[in-house]
């Protein structure tokens, strides 16, 4: 083999290594903005997947705020005006379970850029008559105004309805709604508010 052949070999030879380095270098940073893409792109894929709501759930969210609200109010109120200690720790559990499901059902709102229900009703909850378990305005000013064991047997009779209320909406929920987060705090009020509807019926006698 000449030495011009030779160097052609060579030329060649270094010209297809080079070839080839630049494609696997390419491969790589191809691999690399894929790899990096999807780690990107998958957890907000994920996020997506995971912040996927219907109108259902924004339904759920916007009438259990209201209702989770009248409910902490009622709670308040027997804080003064409960004669039973029974009454009184009850009461102090709701609050305790429902403030923060307020917020963070008024943090979905906001996040999925739905509108969020007034902060905390007054007395007058006549707008919201159509929802399950509601009391209406003259039933609130009878509580407000009742005290001792008169108090107990109203907030307790009153209560049960309301929680019946919101496990009639909490089951729509589960049933329609799409958001894991409101579906799971859905599951959460049906069984908490089962065992405190069964605890108040014991308290007025009637299991």
Not at 76 to 103: C, F, G, H, M, N
Not at 183 to 206: F, P
């Amino acid at each position: 083999m000449t030495s011009s052949t030779r160097s052609l070999v060579r030329r060649a030879a270094l010209a297809a290594t080079a070839v080839t380095a630049a494609l696997v270098l390419a491969a790589c940073g191809s691999g690399e903005d894929s790899a990096g893409g999807a780690r990107t792109s998958s957890p907000a894929s994920a996020e997506r997947t995971a912040g996927a709501h219907n109108d259902a759930d924004v339904s759920f969210a916007q009438g259990m705020i209201p209702h989770h609200q009248q409910a902490v109010l009622m709670a308040r109120t027997a804080a003064t005006r409960a004669s039973s200690a029974e009454v009184k720790d009850l009461a102090s559990r709701i609050e305790k379970a429902q403030d923060p499901e307020i917020e963070t059902m008024s943090g979905w709102l906001e996040s999925w850029g739905a509108k969020v229900p007034s902060a905390m009703p007054g007395m007058d909850h006549s707008g919201h008559g159509d929802m399950p378990g509601m009391m209406d305005g003259q039933d609130m000013n009878k509580l407000a105004k009742a005290s001792g064991a008169d108090f107990d047997r109203m907030f307790l009779t009153m209560m049960v309805e309301h929680h019946e209320g919101a496990v009639e909406m909490a089951t729509t929920e589960k049933a329609n709604g799409r958001y894991a987060p409101a579906r799971k705090t859905a599951d959460d009020i049906i069984t908490a508010q089962n065992a405190e509807i069964e605890e108040m019926n014991k308290l007025l006698g009637k299991s």
